[in-house]
């Protein structure tokens, strides 16, 4: 039995592309206007999936403010995550001036229970 042969396409793999708010912007308007999905795709070099990703969060794009100079976003983040972060670097700037030395376990753990408390209280 020989050697593996390599793939023929190995060196053709598409590269990893996130797009831009106002792609994503644009993208709802003229799916709005009447374009269809498969013409997005083609016009936009995405897949058909992606499209309809992006369209089923069209809400939470349009109501989405990024900070200035943002222009692409990972993920859309929730008010809890937003809340959640703001607790935490007040949480560590607080104990940077006290002199605490803190690992990334003790950042993630506290993280995780800042999150929880915020998910428990908008259930309740």
Partial sequence: MGPK?????????????????????????????GVRVSKLACQYERSTSTICTIL???DAIKSTKPSKGVTILSKLNSDI????EWLLSMWIKE??????????????????????????????
């Avoid at 390599?6 to 003229?30: D, L, P, Q, R, V």
């Fill in 95 to 124: 104990k940077q001036l006290v002199g605490d030395s803190m690992t990334e376990t003790i950042i993630s753990e506290r993280a995780s229970r800042i999150y929880d408390d915020l998910k428990g209280m908008q259930a309740a």
């Fill in 5 to 33: 042969q390599a793939s023929a396409n190995k060196g053709t793999e598409k590269k990893k592309c996130m797009m831009t708010i106002e792609m994503k912007h644009e993208i709802i308007e003229k799916h709005e206007s």
């Fill in 81 to 84: 995550h937003d809340k959640m």
């Fill in 56 to 58: 089923k969060q069209k």
